[in-house]
DNA sequence: GGTATTATGTTGCCCTAGCCAACAAAAAGA
DNA sequence: TCTTTTTGTTGGCTAGGGCAACATAATACC
């Protein structure tokens, strides 16, 4: 934390008047509390360079706000007198959906990052947008009564396996849903009347892990995230999501790395996602369907060499495929999740020696491969992340629903 | 201008206390005049949202530090008052330096965007890195001689064929020169006296374009630029330019994008730097060495069969490179510097219809491909951004040079 | 156990930098 | 010439962060 500030960039950036300083330090101090779950005073002091009395007053504004509690150090160390704890509420909650082709899934994410409810609704097999909104809003409903009734609602962040126009919440390519240019947030916004925010899934596992998982405090970040829905990736650069103009930035399963002829779910040839694929796995192990975790254990234990070769196959697939990842993005980390942590795992070597091949020099010597931390509330928590971070750049202003009208 | 103020990230944000209001608001203003040359005290007003008065304010500040002068409209339009015009001025300078095998080029670049003088210093073939930055200093020396006593330095800045790690200035790997971890930065600032500032030539050349040229206002921008020493990239994410951890990041031309086994400069295989060469094109043309401007004569006037087919591979493989630039950053534009505008000009559509085929459409539908605009000026431009930056970011306090010291 | 030391929270006052309103100035239009 | 419109200028206002003094709560030392 002893980077000097983050240069705002000349294009859109504007002046500070007074009211944008205090809505920055809000910002800020609130942001980390967010991050940390707990944080004392004095650190917060020490990290934002503040007086200590600017931060007892914004921390006391925050309070207020319903943002944070102060709770007495559990157990004070060291001299000198212990510093107050500052605590992110509970109050404050976001929902997460997840679409996926046979199920939707609703959470409940308190700012604090506890998942206080996780359902999955089961649907037919291919649902339309409409039909996973509707689902979507009645789980929502009904988690929204189970809150207490002074709770606050940030809004509801939604993960979609495919691209998102992120200014305006509309799924342009869904292809394993198999929707097109679908409004997804605004519909879900009108059923529920809260506001929504789509974006990537792996974008949002991207973002997930950096707050919380494997990347944690990194400002360089590359992940791959790969599902049945084939690959997806996500980008941190210089702090930030990368999005690119629209939204679609972060696409790294279609990069191409290869001649190969087989095309990927978007009908792109040679590319990551084509030469990495879950499916051809399970074809191997002749298994249908399979949780992650079964897959691992067949990967893990198998020993024919016909299987063996195919995994290798996918590992040097996936070496190429980061070491041109590594070229570009000069990451200080690179997280892997869904099975591609199962590749990580039969041979952890062989990747990183095919990513040294492919890489150059002075990028491969200073990056760290890892899987993923957040498991299956990587999603939950991660589109949790979206209506939290309108409210975490401007706390004082953004005015949140409650989770039940007052009579 | 419209967007809201880039958030400040988490990691390395810091409180804003007053000073580093002042001190944000004299460099968001600064870096507007530095980017347009000429600005009017009204759009300084409505683009920034600050108040008629502290423009005021500001502005004379920046006129007594001496960075900026003050005009009286000379074509009023429209009806009221006519604003002053704001000019940055010609006092500040900064040299640049551009080390190649057979030659060092410095220049001395005003803030106001002038190219002062250039001078390209002719030596043997494969200078180390010392006889460089001796023949550097050599006329940095000379041309101080050449500026008003009072003209203030802001520095050097160095662009360097290969990689090159910024925190500290070192030359990782130039292949082409044959420098291994060479510290030019404080080489040349042990001998002028200047504080010193090294990145790789892509990456300033990207920059330069974006502030001044073909990508001018857009915050997402890829730029590949291919000379005798194979292709660099660069790209703009969010209206910074990508550095990634250690400053190596951009360097897309040593993506993989097929399988063959011809390497690279750098001895990757498969790369784009090793499928669009321009040695393979002046070899077809059987020329020992060439102008871009030669080369692209013949280009344009060929009509060999065999020869159309190499280039029509290179575009090809252009156009593979490009779409996975597309998938990966959604830019806005993407712009060809080198013999790479050769192959746009060449053929575009064939171009253009590869980059669709191999790229998403939701990303391809707005991507723009340009040619470079800045000409032989683009590096001499973009070297001395680097020392400007520092200017920029924080005028008020950066201590400048006088050219020459006073009796 | 009492005192010194250290670190933190609290309070009241200060100061800076941006805002505002009133006025002046310079252009175009009627 | 007078009005309208836009911009520069000036003096006073105000919000919000800094600062210093004091209070408080822990450890360290004798």
């Known amino acids: 934390m002893n980077k000097p500030i983050t240069p705002l960039q000349t294009t859109g950036a504007r002046g500070s008047n007074r009211d944008l300083v205090r809505q920055h330090n809000l910002s800020v101090l609130l942001q980390m509390i967010h991050l940390h779950g707990t944080v004392s005073r004095s650190s917060l002091t020490s990290a934002t360079g503040l007086n200590r009395s600017t931060i007892s007053d914004l921390v006391s504004e925050l309070q207020e706000l319903g943002f944070v509690t102060e709770t007495e150090s559990a ?5 000198g007198r212990p510093s107050l704890m500052v605590t992110a509420s509970n109050k404050v909650v976001a929902f997460s959906v997840h679409p996926e ?13 506890k998942v206080l409810f996780s359902e999955r609704v089961l649907m037919s097999k291919h649902p339309s947008a409409n039909d996973s909104v509707q689902a979507a809003a009645k789980v929502i409903e009904s988690m929204r009564t189970r809150l207490d009734k002074d709770q606050l609602i940030a809004g509801i962040g939604v993960a979609i396996p495919g691209q998102v126009r992120v200014e305006d919440n509309v799924v342009r390519l869904a292809p394993q849903l198999g929707w097109v240019e679908q409004p997804y947030g605004s519909m879900l916004s009108q059923v529920t009347g809260l506001p929504v925010f789509v974006d990537n899934d792996a974008s949002i596992g991207c973002m997930a892990e950096r707050n919380f998982g494997a990347a944690r405090g990194f400002s360089e970040v590359v992940f791959l995230f790969a599902g049945s829905g084939g690959i997806g990736g996500g980008a941190i650069v210089n702090g930030m999501q990368l999005r690119g103009a629209s939204g679609y930035g972060g696409e790294l399963g279609h990069v191409r790395i290869g001649e190969s002829n087989d095309k990927d779910y978007s009908g792109l040839s040679g590319t990551l996602e084509s030469l990495v694929r879950r499916d051809d796995l399970l074809q191997a192990f002749k298994m249908f369907a399979a949780t992650d975790e079964e897959l691992d254990q067949d990967i893990r234990g198998n020993k024919s060499a016909k299987i063996q070769k195919i995994i ?4 040097d697939a996936l070496g190429n495929g980061i070491a041109s990842y590594v070229n570009i993005f000069n990451p200080e980390v690179i997280v892997l999740a869904g099975f591609l942590t199962s590749l990580l795992a039969y041979d952890e070597q062989r990747l990183l020696k095919r990513i040294k091949e492919g890489a150059l020099n002075a990028s491969s010597e200073i990056v760290v491969v890892r899987s993923a931390e957040l498991g299956s509330d990587l999603l939950m928590i991660g589109a949790a992340e979206l209506p939290f971070h309108r409210v975490l750049e401007n706390p004082a202003e953004t005015k949140l629903v409650t989770a039940r009208k007052r009579r």
């Open 101 to 113: 082709v046979d199920a939707t899934t609703v959470g409940a994410v308190t700012l604090s990052g």
């Open 312 to 315: 290798e196959n996918q590992i």
């Open 75 to 79: 157990s004070p160390t060291g001299v």
